[in-house]
């Protein structure tokens, strides 16, 4: 995982991972099968650190706790988010937090598709949300304000009016990443909350 935050996910060979431990990487083959397992393995430990929903709150609640934490998980592990739903296997860990979530959505009234669309929905937005902002958001350390002056410049006079005004407001104010991403979970929990109504 640290070799992953460094360098990204596409340096996690088992010759790099082998360098990085100072052993030679045949030797990794005597504690996982191959890099598929590696990575089914990190996955799970990405998993493990997303709060589990508690019962001591409403569904609501608990859903958005869960979609802060794991946003807040993918932040650190930045390729965690992509390489989730490219897995094919789940750990205890990923069982562990499926199952939490659908007993939430199932203890508040869903049906069981109902519960698992609304998971499904839930996660593709967090996924689908870091994984665009990872693509797309400035460095840790770059001003939003200035993002936007430089889009603005590159607008020619008149071209582009929608994406001139909208920049033209992020180079006024800087861009708040939480509260776009709330609003947008505050839509799902709120049409969510529909279907059980």
């Known amino acids: 995982m640290d070799l992953a935050d460094e360098s990204g996910i596409q340096s996690v060979t088992m010759r790099a991972l082998g360098r990085k431990l100072g052993v030679e990487a045949a030797s990794l083959y005597n504690h996982v099968a191959g890099k598929d397992d590696l990575l089914d393995g990190m996955v799970d430990l990405v998993v493990a650190k997303i709060d589990l929903p508690s019962g001591d709150v409403d569904w609501q609640d608990a859903m958005w706790r869960r979609a802060v934490s794991a946003r807040e998980v993918f932040a650190l592990h930045r390729?965690?988010?992509?390489l989730i739903d490219s897995r094919g296997r789940s750990g205890p860990?990923?069982?562990?937090?499926?199952?939490?979530?659908?007993?939430?959505?199932?203890?508040?009234?869903?049906?069981?598709?109902?519960?698992?669309n609304a998971f499904l929905a839930l996660d593709s937005y967090v996924y689908g949300f870091e994984r665009q902002?990872?693509?797309?958001?400035?460095?840790?350390?770059?001003?939003?304000?200035?993002?936007?002056?430089?889009?603005?410049?590159?607008?020619?006079?008149?071209?582009?009016?929608?994406l001139a005004r909208v920049a033209m407001k992020y180079a006024?104010?800087?861009?708040?990443?939480?509260?776009?991403?709330?609003?947008?979970l505050d839509l799902i929990l709120d049409s969510l909350g529909r279907l059980l109504e």
Do not use: C
Request: hydrophobic share 45%.
């Open 79 to 82: 390729w965690a988010a992509g």
């Open 93 to 116: 860990s990923s069982l562990a937090y499926a199952d939490r979530v659908l007993g939430v959505l199932l203890e508040a009234g869903f049906s069981p598709g109902k519960a698992a």
């Open 133 to 162: 902002r990872s693509n797309i958001a400035p460095a840790d350390d770059e001003d939003t304000t200035e993002v936007a002056q430089e889009v603005l410049s590159a607008i020619p006079d008149g071209a582009y009016p929608s």
């Open 172 to 184: 006024l104010e800087p861009y708040d990443d939480a509260a776009a991403f709330e609003f947008g």
